[in-house]
Structures are given as C-alpha cells and as structure tokens.
C-alpha cells in the first residue's frame, strides 16, 4: 500500500496491523531516520534492546537472501515481538523482498530504510503495491509543514517563537529532519523551558545566538575528518562540535545517515553512474564547499568498509545509549576507528 504524505505521520504513529514490512524512503534521511525510529517504539520500548532488534544491511541480505526470513520468524529469548530493521535498501533487494511478501515468516515487524527511489523503482512499485506491506516517502520540509514542526517542539517545552524568530528558523532549518531537531534541541537548551501554564518567548536574538546559518556544518567537519582519516582535521572538529554543545548521539546519528548515503551513491556507481551522477543522489544536496572530500570518500570505500563502519557506530549508538555509558568517549573511539579505517585504505 502507498501511504499519502498527509498520511504518514498518523501511520507512523500507529502502523496498521496488515503491514509486515514497511519501506521507508526519500531524499531526507533525517525524517527516514525519525520515523523508523518511531515505529520502532510501537513495538519495543528500548531500543537498544539486542534480542528484539535485529539490523541488516543490504550486502547482508544480498550475500545470504535467507537472512531476512530467518530474522523475521526468530523469537526473543525473553518475549516479545520482534523488530527487523534493514538499511540501505535499494532495487537489487526486490526480488529477495518479493518472496518474503509472498510467504512473510513469523511476527516481526520488517523496517526497510532506502534512499530516493524513483516512480519506476522496483522495490517501491513492490512496496505499494503489496496488500501486507506499505512505503512511505520522506522529503524535505516545505515551509508550511516546517513551521509545523518548529512550533510543535518549542511548544512542548512551554516556547513560542515571536515572528521575527520563526522567520529566521524557518530561513535556516528545513533541508534535512534531522539537522532541523538537533538544532531545535540547540535552541531549546539555550532559551531554557517556559513556566507552567505559560508560553516563553523566543527572541529572534535566542534564535541566533543557538541555531547557526550553517545548521549541521561543525557535524560535517567531523564526519568528512573521519572519513577521510585526517586526524588532526577530527581533533580540532571535534573540539568544534563539543565547544558547540552537540552531543555524541547527534554525532552518530549524522555520521550514520552520511555513510547510508555513501553506500546508496557506491551502488550507484556498481550500475555505472559516474562520481558526479552518484553525488546528485545525495539529499539533502551536498554543499559545494564539501564536494571535493565528499568525492574523495566515495572513491576510497567501497559497500563492504562501509557496511563495517556503519554496524560500528550502530555498536556506539546502543552503548551511549545504555546507562551510565561514557558517551562522549565512546563516540570519540568510533571516530577515531573509523578514520584509521579511512587511512588504512590509502596504503
């Protein structure tokens, strides 16, 4: 089934029951982020549970097809349903989804993550066209459902924005969900929460003062740092970020989205796109001052390194996330095994 847009956020909320396996695709890997997440929680409160989740990647599945249905029909060791998330689908996995559809095994709950896909994708065409499962598409905010979003958050803190503020927000947030809540978080923390009862209002002075014209740039710094395997560039960009307030899971979340991009750019280029083709897949756009590093990475990891680097940061999300966790050191060491990884490939 084909989920409308004006639909996706109820669906989100509360998948409907029919649905075994779910896609979720679109050029804003931010929101493709947040809404797997969310109907994760419809079905496992703690997401950093290892005996309900199980994470796939696509060379997962293309290299061992069964996979898919063994996860789907394995049951907890202390009860439960289950949840199957797999990342960086694209149209090389229809033919293995196919036959899952045609004979789902077990009650998993199978989350699919993709990029863009076109009207003539073969994986979306399955998606919607199957009566046990749904795609949802994901893309950039317009300006009506960012407002929505913007104020929405700061209202749950007891935050209204005044109009200048907005105005300045809505200028400078909206390319990719992601980046748009971490800043939000940003300003939150900067303004500090309303009193109860009562709406505090947030100057077009609070709004500068926490959420940057270049929203995301100091986590890209750190990320092409790292993917590049330039230790020093990872030092001081780390000491940027942290100076800046932002903490480890937005870091990982980032750094996690860019390299599902890279991957879906590296197959890309295996059907015989060009660098500069496989660059134009990515969304949110990649900025002009990034296009070299970025270029840079695409040609010095393949599916394989980044299938490894990704199942490690996974690994660091689930650890910062467990209690008592150093988060800050932990994401620091991924980092800094990423971009050995990185260096390691140059020799």
């Known amino acids: 089934m084909k989920i409308a847009p ?6 989100v909320a509360k998948p409907d029951p029919k649905a075994v396996a779910i896609l979720v695709y ?3 890997a931010g929101l493709v982020t947040s809404r797997i997440k ?3 929680k419809t079905v496992v409160e703690d997401l950093a549970d290892p005996f309900r989740i199980a994470e796939l990647s696509d060379s997962d599945l293309r290299s061992d097809p069964a996979r898919l249905a063994d996860e789907a029909a394995a049951i907890s060791m202390l009860g439960g349903r289950r949840i199957v998330r797999v990342r960086g689908a694209a149209d090389g996995l229809t033919k293995i989804f196919d036959g899952f559809l045609g004979g789902p095994a077990g009650d998993a709950l199978v989350l699919v993550e993709a990029g863009e896909l076109g009207p003539r994708s073969s994986l979306r065409l399955l998606f919607e066209g199957a009566e046990n499962a749904a795609a949802i598409a994901c893309y950039a905010d317009d300006r009506g459902a960012l407002e929505g979003v913007i104020r929405t958050r700061l209202a ?6 005044e109009p200048a503020a907005l105005q300045y927000l809505l200028d400078n947030l909206g390319s990719d969900r992601g980046v748009t809540q971490n800043e939000l978080e940003k300003l939150i923390l900067y303004a500090g929460p309303g009193k109860p009862g009562e709406k505090r209002e947030v100057t077009l002075d609070d709004a500068r003062a926490s959420v940057g014209d270049n929203a995301g740039s100091s986590l890209d710094e750190v990320i092409d740092a790292a993917m590049e395997g330039n230790m020093d560039s990872l030092d001081t960009a780390l000491s940027r970020a942290r100076a800046a307030d932002t903490n480890a899971i937005a870091i990982l979340n980032a750094l996690s989205r860019h390299l599902t991009q890279l991957h879906l750019a590296a197959a890309r280029i295996e059907t015989g796109s060009d660098i500069d083709g496989a660059m134009r897949g990515f969304r949110p756009p990649v900025h002009f001052s990034r296009k070299n590093s970025v270029q840079r990475q695409i040609r010095g990891w393949n599916r394989k390194k980044l299938d490894r680097a990704l199942a490690l ?3 660091a999300e689930i650890q910062c996330k467990s209690a008592g966790q150093p988060d800050t050191a932990i994401c620091g060491q991924t980092l800094l095994r990423i971009a050995q ?4 490939g140059k020799r």
Request: hydrophobic share 45%; charged share 30%; glycine share 12%.
């Open 26 to 28: 679109g050029p804003d």
């Open 156 to 161: 749950a803190e007891g935050l209204a924005p």
């Open 6 to 11: 004006r639909e996706a956020d109820r669906f």
């Open 38 to 40: 969310t109907m994760m």
């Open 341 to 344: 990884g990185a260096r390691a």
């Open 313 to 315: 940061v996974l690994e």
